[in-house]
């Protein structure tokens, strides 16, 4: 009889784990599930906390939220070229970039990078987008400013919607593909020859430049009275500065020409004076900002031709 009671008693004690058993499988399955009682962040391999966010594929490369656009002007012909860009589009693109005016040398590159861009904008699963650049470039030869025909570059890409999360990592680089920095041969926007030799020309400031020096009717000059200040532009029209004399040494300063030096003033905001060429007496001839042939001078403050400009 007590052999029984033993029995039953550990019968007993058996379905009593077996109860406790299921109830603690249950409970301990219960912590991963939707209500559970304990929660969890995730985070990159760079310790930066992930959050839900809709990613791109772009062109094949998943995990993609933005991108920067680089749009590089190389120089192929034997002329400095000053470029500067048209128009940029889609709309989002253009936002993105400050459009600066950059000079660039034979053989040398320039180049602009956006800021980033959210590509969730442009995910279509049929259609690529066309990131599109105008660019205009100009020279000057002394006489004329030559405007180069523009150029157009296109970059396609096919942008869709990513199925699926993944893990991914987070890095920065400067410039827009991680090679644009001082020293890869580019002069980029927020680079020029004093931050970044290596890549931009180290030129000259000039605060005077003539196109012609004869000074003939037709002649453009350009004068800045701030060293490394873009220049006013003159030409040269009709009348004398009858307030001075080419014989007389009170003249601002010295400006070259074709024979010997030639004496310059400045009559007012307006106008400078400068006398002809051989006029040891008289009246010098007067340059104006109204006359057409002032948009004949380059007003840039570095030096392209040092024979007809004077550095400062």
Do not use: H
């Amino acid at each position: 009889m007590k052999k029984r009671k033993n029995i039953l008693i550990i019968i007993m004690i058996g379905i009593v784990l077996l109860i406790s058993g299921v109830i603690a499988y249950f409970i301990i399955s219960g912590s991963a599930g939707i209500e559970s009682m304990i929660s969890f962040n995730r985070y990159d391999a760079n310790g930066n906390k992930i959050t839900e966010q809709p990613l791109s594929v772009v062109a094949g490369v998943p995990g993609t939220s933005n991108i920067d656009l680089t749009v590089t002007v190389t120089n192929t012909g034997t002329e400095s070229l000053s470029c500067e860009i048209k128009s940029l589009s889609p709309e989002s693109f253009d936002n993105a970039l400050i459009r600066d005016s950059l000079s660039v040398n034979p053989g040398k590159k320039i180049a602009w990078t956006s800021s980033l861009i959210p590509v969730a904008q442009f995910e279509s699963e049929t259609i690529s987008t066309d990131f599109k650049a105008i660019i205009s470039c100009s020279y000057n030869t002394g006489t004329e400013i030559i405007t180069l025909p523009e150029k157009t570059g296109i970059l396609s890409l096919f942008i869709k919607p990513e199925i699926g999360t993944g893990d991914f990592n987070v890095e920065i680089n400067q410039g827009g593909i991680g090679s644009e920095f001082c020293g890869d041969n580019i002069c980029q926007y927020d680079e020029n020859a004093q931050n970044c030799p290596n890549d931009c020309a180290i030129a000259n400031n000039v605060n005077f430049r003539t196109t012609d020096l004869s000074y003939v009717s037709g002649t453009a000059v350009g004068y800045s009275e701030t060293c490394g200040s873009k220049l006013n532009a003159y030409g040269k029209t009709s009348g004398a500065c009858t307030s001075y004399s080419c014989a007389e040494d009170d003249y601002l300063m010295l400006v070259p020409s074709s024979s010997g030096s030639l004496k310059f003033w400045i009559k007012d905001d307006e106008n400078v004076c400068i006398c002809d060429i051989g006029k040891t007496s008289g009246y010098p001839m007067r340059y104006s900002v109204s006359d057409l042939d002032a948009g004949k001078i380059d007003t840039t403050y570095t030096s392209f031709d040092s024979s007809k400009e004077i550095s400062c």
